[in-house]
């Protein structure tokens, strides 16, 4: 048996790495020349530019075991406790988002009826058919916890509005709540309790590394070594007998290889060209994910001219109608790292798609002046660098489990063939890797 993992992003890396494990042949094709696909890492003006995933959170078994696995526990560096706060725009000011009951009671974030609203929740009947979390919130908890806690949670999330996601899809937890208990509240309630009684082993926690979680990248990479072929893009792919034939363009040169199974950890768009000889009718319906575009534009301030804001960081409401989405506050999350008082600012999303098609230095021009206005700064940016994807994020909107349930059906009948990405199990980094170790044991398991 061997395998061919087609995309050398944190997902084909991880099942690269656990097929390697276990004695398997094994092969990345990456089309670009780095490895880690939309996870990155810049020095500029030597301060650290985490491209994509800023930070993140150790909240599955998968995330644990990878990074002991790697060697890397004694390297993470936690999060500090001055970041604990978020922000919440509310009317140009920014509110505490209020994370306990009492809070909640007297936070300025929520108007009283807003607050009563909530006392109905447990009584509200159940949906019959699949919603948008727009539709699932407002049903459940009313309008204005829908424009001023689940809109601008969705933006840092999907950079996505709650009218164009899938409540099923994209709000898999709340959805199953309200399925198992008939109320949220109730459900996380009883989740709580749970939790409580079995802790997990993972710690839950916020956490980064002093060259950003592209350490973990870089450091698959390297186990991986001669077995990730770069700058290798893939052409077509050919059946011949009970093998699969992959090829792929080179330094201009066409090559080919052959494989028992193979793996896609491609984008749901890459990955339907990929397989249009093999399945027309998944091909096309991988094709109609779409996906958000972003922009993040990171920001360094002297500590002389900007005092260290406290938090992780702000999101805008799209209500507020400001350029930017929110920023996220670096230098206060893990101070360790940084000279400069640093933000990433991030801009575009499915609320303003256009801005990710404008100049780098007029994001720079437009994220400065949009955080000077709401945090107050008067000085100029020391540190400035962008970095901008027309295809960021995978949408999961209504009719996507109809989508991924015909690749579960391809999955079935070709059992050499396996799929796995963020358009798939989730859009996050725990999420990503904890999808990786699946796949990588359902290869395993042929």
Known sequence: MNVIVIGGG???????YRLKQRGIEVQVLEASKAVGGKIGARKVGGEPFDVGANTVLESNEAVHKLIDELGLRSEMLGASPQANARWIMK???????????????????FSLGAKLRLLREPFIAKASREETIAEFVTRRFGKEILDYAINPFLIGTYAAKPEDLSAHAAFKVMSELEAKYGSVMKGAIARAKEAKQNPKPYSGKMFSFAGGFYTVIQKLSATLGAFIERGAEVQDIQRESAQWRVFYVQQNEMKSLMA???VFATPADVTANLIQGLDKQVSEALSKIPYSPVAQVFLGF???????????????????????????????????????????VFLGGSRKPELVKYSDGTLIEVATAELQSILNIKARPVVESVAKWERA??????????ILAKV???????KTLAFVGNWRGGISVPDTIAQAEETAERVLAQ
């Open 408 to 414: 579960d059906a391809l999955e079935a009948r070709e």
């Open 393 to 402: 994020i995978p949408q999961y909107r209504v009719g996507h489990s109809e």
């Open 91 to 109: 009317n140009g000011k920014l509110v505490a988002l209020p994370t306990s009951p009492p809070a909640f009671l007297t936070t300025p974030l």
């Open 10 to 16: 944190l997902a084909g890396l991880t099942v690269a």
């Open 260 to 262: 028992t199974h193979l």
């Open 302 to 344: 002297t500590k002389e001219e900007v005092p260290q804001p406290e938090g992780f960081g702000f999101l805008v409401p799209e209500k507020e109608e400001r350029q930017i989405l929110g920023a996220v506050y670096n230098s206060t999350i893990f101070p360790s790292r940084y000279q400069t008082v640093a933000f990433t």
